[in-house]
């Protein structure tokens, strides 16, 4: 990739933010937290849910488009072809690395999906962005589609649903997961690293940029949430509560087109707030606090799997478990994580992960 890419503060305070969301998040699912604790922290993690993973894989897509900027404005055929390769080999780690987390038990991985996102976008590079924009549309209603004539328990544990993947090492399993019916299928999670793609071709910085963002992100929420509920309301009468909140709840399981309205919108917003936050107050203490961390969202990521949850089992926390503590807990580690980051870069220039793939890519 081109070794000097555009450096907005924002994107990697939205990272860092998007990466304590994602742990908050698994520290929930694995430790069985729904529906144990306030309401009003159980309506939270509700909108937190599928939401930072999205931001996440949103700003992957941003992070391409300023990595390969001076060389589509170039329109160098050969120098783009080196940039995909770049990328391909970065892909390829990612999946290993994500592969790995899942032989040790971590079946909620998102790298090795990850992998696959990048490997895809770089076939994609140098469409216009408009072509792309419209091949993201015929992602999710695809995905909706499958979702409405196919069997999306297929492959799933009867007894644990979207826990278990009974045939994830067969090839036909594994690309079912993959594409269908995964924690993060390509239809239609790569919608987000493409639309992602898209905004980070546009300057970021742009007032205009930024306000056309936010006026686009908030109609995609209220559309999206509204529809949910009128859908929810007029047909329970008909398909009965719990099929009517499953089809149309705009939560990351199933990934519905409510959904991907909802969560590119909510995307789009926080986005756009953490943007001008840290554009009006630039040389804020805490930026420089948090983002080293936006830095090594991979190194934390990995992090959270083999420390957090070797502590959690240390400390006996590992099921059962109440919201409160996970909220103390992922807020702990997430300081932790700050804190080590800051430390970290004082001799480093990135990461420990960070460093080996950019060393093997």
């Known amino acids: 990739m081109s070794k000097v890419a555009e450096r907005i ?71 783009l072809q080196k940039e995909r390769i770049s990328i391909w080999k970065r892909a390829l780690l990612l999946f290993v690395l994500g592969m790995g987390l899942y032989v040790i038990g971590w079946t909620g991985d998102i790298l090795h999906y990850y992998g696959f996102y990048l490997f895809f976008l770089t076939f994609f ?9 419209i091949i993201a549309g015929v992602l999710i209603l695809v995905a909706q589609a499958i979702q409405l004539t196919y069997d999306m328990f297929t492959g799933w544990q009867p ?15 594994f690309t079912r997961n993959l594409f269908i019916n995964g924690y993060h299928p390509i239809f239609p999670w790569f919608a987000f690293i493409l639309i992602g793609f898209v905004i980070g071709c546009y300057s970021l910085k742009d007032g205009r940029i930024q306000r056309n963002l936010l006026a686009i ?27 009517a909140q499953f089809l149309y709840k ?14 590119i919108g909510s995307s789009f917003i926080i986005l756009v707030i953490i943007l001008k936050v840290t554009e009006k107050a630039q040389s804020f203490w805490l930026w ?9 969202t991979l190194t934390h990521y990995i992090g959270h799997i083999v420390i957090g ?27 932790g994580s700050v804190i080590f980051s800051v430390l970290w870069k004082l001799k480093f220039d990135r990461g420990p992960i960070e460093w080996l793939v950019r060393k093997l890519s």
């Open 159 to 173: 007894n644990a649903l979207f826990m278990k993947y009974v045939d994830f090492w067969s090839i036909s399993g």
């Open 288 to 296: 420089k606090v948090i983002i080293p961390s936006g830095q090594m």
């Open 125 to 133: 590079i140098g469409f216009k962005k408009r072509t792309n924009i």
């Open 217 to 243: 992100g908030f109609t995609s929420l209220v559309i999206a949430e509204s529809a949910s509920v009128v859908l929810i309301k007029q047909l329970t009468p008909v398909l009965t509560s719990e099929v």
């Open 250 to 263: 705009t939560g990351p399981i199933l990934p519905s087109v409510l959904y991907m309205l909802s969560a």
């Open 309 to 335: 949850l070797s502590i959690l089992y240390i400390l006996g926390r590992i099921e059962n478990q109440q919201l409160p503590f996970i909220y103390i807990f992922s807020a702990g580690f997430y300081i």
């Open 9 to 79: 503060i924002g994107i990697d305070v939205a990272r860092s933010l998007a990466m304590f969301g994602m742990l908050l998040i698994n520290y929930s699912v694995i430790t069985g937290v729904e529906g144990k604790g306030p309401s009003w922290l159980i309506k939270l993690t509700s909108l937190i849910e599928g939401r930072a993973s999205a931001l996440f894989v949103l700003l992957a897509g941003i992070g391409i488009a300023l990595m390969t900027k001076r060389t589509r404005e170039s329109s160098n055929k050969e120098q």
